[in-house]
């Protein structure tokens, strides 16, 4: 089912100038984004060229900012929408939940005048949780890790003898899937990560979880649970150590990095030295989730208030 849905403003751009170490010296500083009309709450999910995704709550819809302007914002199919991911050219991928109260995978593509659609599922559940240039995104069905064409089929990927998909895959430009895997080895989880080329080759990797690849460059952390955030390359194994932080959430082209600190506070790395990203003025630091070519967005939470609201730090 394909629902047109109208938007502002959509067009598909290019890539923004991406963030690189020479603008290291610069002052990141803290911006609110938009919210719908009557709506208080929402969050940052992802983010890539020149835009951020997310959601706004009660109720729930999908959300996309371009350059920090709210461009699109809405419900799927009348249903509670969250995006988990946005690749350069605004095309988004996340979940809605159904009228039978299970999670269904969904793709929004501002290249069509704005459409939603159901990504084909077979096991009555669905996540879609990254999406690649290509319009490709992974995620689960049912319990099944599985990569969705541009064109909507779907292709599962196998796992090890025993071993069942965990976490948070994350796919790349050329089609490359790097996900964790787990198997109970009497009462202890084994993990192993894994990446899976385009060709469907299934390739161990030496690492703790994964959280983003970029062009080759997958960060995560090492540790059960997380507790050294790092980056590695999936082909030739080198590794980055960002210092001090427990988990690296996301990266862009640039290898800029973007997670959390011992205490959970949102810490940015242009190389492997810490920049923190501080709160605006009657807020709560809250969390960075996501990182473009430009900028990083997450969540802050008011002093006086319990919920969450969307912002983005931009280098200046």
Same mark, same amino acid.
């Given at each position: 089912?394909?629902?047109?849905? $109208? ?9 923004? *100038? ?8 610069? *002052? ?24 951020? $995704? ?21 419900? &799927? ?10 690749? $350069? ?15 269904? *995978? ?88 894994y990446a899976w080329t385009p ?50 959430? &996301? ?28 709160a605006p003025p009657g807020y ?11 900028? $990083? ?20």
């Open positions: 089912m394909v629902v047109l849905f $109208a938007v502002v403003g959509m067009s598909v751009v290019a890539p923004a *100038a991406a963030v690189g170490p020479s603008r290291a010296g610069c *002052a990141w500083l803290p911006e609110l984004l938009s919210l719908p009309a009557n709506t208080v709450d929402g969050q940052v999910t992802g983010g890539d060229g020149a835009w951020l $995704a997310g959601v706004a709550y009660d109720p729930d819809e999908g959300l996309l900012w371009r350059d920090g302007r709210l461009v699109m914002h809405g419900s &799927a199919f009348e249903l509670d929408t969250r995006f988990e991911a946005v690749n $350069a050219s605004g095309v988004a991928v996340g979940t809605v939940t159904g009228d039978d109260g299970r999670l269904h *995978a969904i793709r929004f593509s501002g290249r069509f005048s704005g459409r939603f659609e159901y990504l084909p599922e077979t096991a009555g559940r669905s996540l879609a949780l990254d999406v690649n240039g290509r319009g490709e995104a992974v995620g689960y069905d049912g319990v099944a890790l599985v990569v969705w064409s541009a064109g909507g089929t779907a292709r599962v990927l196998a796992m090890p003898p025993g071993a069942g998909p965990f976490g948070r895959p994350a796919i790349d430009e050329d089609g490359t899937v790097v996900a964790r895997t787990g198997i109970l080895d009497g009462a202890v989880m084994r993990w192993q990560t060709s469907g080759v299934r390739v161990p990797v030496a690492v703790g979880d994964v959280r983003e690849v970029r062009d080759g460059w997958a960060v995560g952390a090492f540790g059960e649970p997380g507790q050294v955030a790092a980056g590695w390359g999936v082909e030739d194994g080198r590794v980055r150590v960002y210092a001090g932080g427990v988990s690296a959430v &996301a990266v862009n082209r640039a290898g800029v990095a973007v997670g959390a600190g011992a205490n959970g506070e949102p810490l940015l790395w242009s190389g492997t030295t810490p920049v923190s990203l501080p709560f630091p809250g969390s960075v989730t996501a990182v473009n070519d430009h900028d $990083a967005g997450g969540f802050v939470s008011p002093l006086d208030d319990e919920g969450t609201v969307p912002v983005r730090w931009s280098c200046r």
